[in-house]
């Protein structure tokens, strides 16, 4: 990682994320506490992520609006825009004005996918192939590491001045990023049209998905551990009460997991290299399969272990993802590859945790953990074995 950090360039620009990702960690949860609070109702506040979900089905959309311009000037326009919205949050002051949260949120939702399928597209030019997994891999440590910090800063804010002054400072933290993007000088041509008919345009990241084995099987066995993985959103709660501890307990093991995910960012650009990114996507699985199939022992102890190493199995899933997703794509659909992708799985993801939901009044708690590590273990193992992948070429000299 040092190598991409020694760039003055890849200073500035994370820099910016860095900031950005800060309030984007703090207003998030504080939708759901402000929703909460406004109607004392907790299906108001869950709502309130839905919504946010939701947005996610429009993201190809985004990728193709961002595969058709420059990269830059799109992300820096759409945080400027983004921020405004976020600033019509200070008329909210009672349930009347509920409905403004949830449009926020939405458009939040909807920014956030446009941002994220840019920003991987530009961080295709800014960084050659064999450095691309230490970009990666510092973007997922700093924001585990602002998972430790920021949702608290949020809730702290919120508790003590309101929901207002949360929304200022995001969108003060969208403004960094918005200048930090204004000052990066990145060498960026226009991309040329290619002249398809627009549904075809729209389904290429889909399409390039589907013909391209390894990200065919990456998508595919992750989209479909994430059926499972979602189940843990609600299990986690039985899990603190089989421990005899408070609902705040949760904090502490989020904190656990966000530990060992940075432990994760740290070793992932080594491992990637070493396995390549469908293998490391297979073992990020089995390690996350290890730590939730640990709580079917009510042990303080190894829970804690299990959750941290968990946190380091999600941060190798996750840069691997990404990873693949820029390495193996023409950079002239980048943009929808990713946004494909991210579809690919969140809608799994959203549909686990609905279910696991469900489940979890009528199914007893250790048969959901066995069968959510079960699923994910056969996932991983699944992808380890999967040849379809070159390793990482080893970095240049920088």
Request: hydrophobic share 55%; charged share 10%.
């Amino acid at each position: 990682m040092r190598n991409v950090l020694a760039r003055r360039g890849a200073r500035l620009f994370f820099g910016g994320q860095l900031v950005s990702m800060f309030g984007d960690w703090a207003l998030l949860l504080v939708f759901g506490i402000w929703a909460k609070s406004l109607t004392g109702s907790s299906a108001d506040a869950g709502l309130v992520f839905f919504t946010f979900g939701l947005a996610t089905l429009l993201a190809p959309l985004g990728g193709w609006v961002a595969d058709r311009v420059p990269k830059r000037p799109l992300m820096l326009a759409t945080h400027v825009a983004i921020g405004l919205v976020v600033l019509s949050l200070l008329v909210v002051h009672s349930r009347h004005q509920l409905w403004l949260i949830y449009v926020v949120t939405f458009l939040y939702g909807l920014a956030g996918d446009l941002f994220s399928g840019a920003r991987s597209a530009l961080m295709r030019v800014m960084f050659d192939d064999d450095v691309l997994v230490d970009a990666n891999a510092v973007l997922q440590t700093a924001r585990e590491g602002l998972r430790l910090v920021a949702p608290l800063a949020g809730a702290g804010l919120y508790a003590a001045f309101g929901g207002g002054v949360v929304a200022v400072l995001d969108a003060a933290t969208f403004g960094v990023s918005a200048l930090t993007l204004a000052l990066l000088r990145i060498d960026e041509r226009k991309p040329k049209a290619s002249g398809d008919r627009f549904m075809t345009q729209l389904a290429a990241g889909v399409r390039h998905i589907a013909q391209t084995e390894a990200l065919r099987q990456i998508v595919l066995g992750v989209g479909a551990a994430l059926l499972v993985i979602g189940f843990a959103e609600t299990l986690i709660f039985t899990l603190i009460q089989h421990l005899h501890r408070p609902p705040s307990f949760f904090g502490v093991l989020s904190s656990l997991q966000g530990v060992g995910a940075i432990a994760g960012g740290v070793t992932a650009p080594r491992m990637l290299r070493r396995l390549g990114d469908t293998k490391l996507s297979g073992l990020g699985l089995l390690l996350f399969a290890a730590g939730d199939t640990a709580f079917l022992v009510p042990n303080l102890a190894l829970v804690l272990v299990a959750i941290a190493v968990a946190g380091v199995g999600l941060a190798w899933l996750i840069i691997a993802f990404a990873t693949a997703v820029q390495t193996r794509t023409p950079m002239a659909i980048q943009a929808r590859v990713a946004t494909a992708a991210n579809v690919g799985t969140t809608v799994p993801s959203t549909i686990g945790i609905a279910l696991g939901a469900a489940l979890s009044t009528v199914v007893d708690f250790a048969l959901l953990i066995v069968v959510m590590g079960v699923v994910t273990a056969c996932c991983g193992a699944w992808l380890a074995t999967r040849t379809a992948n070159e390793p990482v070429p080893e970095p240049a000299t920088v």
